[in-house]
């Protein structure tokens, strides 16, 4: 464990390692004119879309976890780079539907390849992809992710804020 690491809170250290997770994605997603954002919606639309599924947006951003005007904003530049159609539900005349264009699925396939063999090599501490340690791993995190949020917590006592403040390493 790194000197960073080891006496971090856990929620620093999810939130460093998705920063990490962030910034690789979006270099190596960046020779396919895709940033990370971008990537996490083609790549939801690409499998939702071999699974039968043509999402809205707002079930796109329920899937992603992304903010569902943030979505709209990516899906109109995806849109604009020729990779997304956005469509209007006929069912529902508020609702936007979103699919792959055949441009969109060849960069979602390539993508998606470049993302695995990221993850592979990131994951290869753990064991890789398949390792068990990594099987545990994903477990535990889907656990957290599954946690609701609740109302805003009240702000700690100033004597329990040093405490936690305490816990995190210096940064320099």
Do not use: C, N
């Not at 690491?5 to 020779?31: I, N, Q, Y």
């Not at 947006?57 to 899937?63: E, F, G, N, P």
């Amino acid at each position: 464990m790194s000197s960073t690491s080891e006496h971090a809170t856990p929620g620093f250290l999810v939130w460093r390692l998705s920063m990490k997770w962030r910034v690789a994605v979006d270099r190596a997603v960046a020779p396919l004119g895709l940033t990370h954002a971008q990537y996490s919606l083609v790549a939801s639309l690409y499998g939702m879309h071999r699974a039968g599924q043509r999402p809205s947006q707002r079930q796109l951003a329920d899937h992603t976890g992304l903010e569902p005007l943030y979505v709209s904003k990516l899906a109109r530049a995806l849109e604009a780079a020729g990779v997304v159609d956005r469509t209007r539900d006929p069912a529902d005349p508020r609702a936007i539907r979103l699919s792959l264009t055949e441009d969109g699925r060849e960069v979602a396939r390539r993508a998606t390849g470049v993302v695995q063999g990221l993850l592979e090599q990131l994951l290869d501490p753990l064991g890789g992809l398949g390792g068990d340690r990594t099987k545990a791993f994903s477990r535990e995190l889907a656990t957290l992710l599954d946690v609701p949020l609740g109302a805003p917590i009240d702000a700690p006592s100033d004597a329990s804020l040093d405490t936690h403040l305490d816990s995190h390493p210096d940064e320099e």
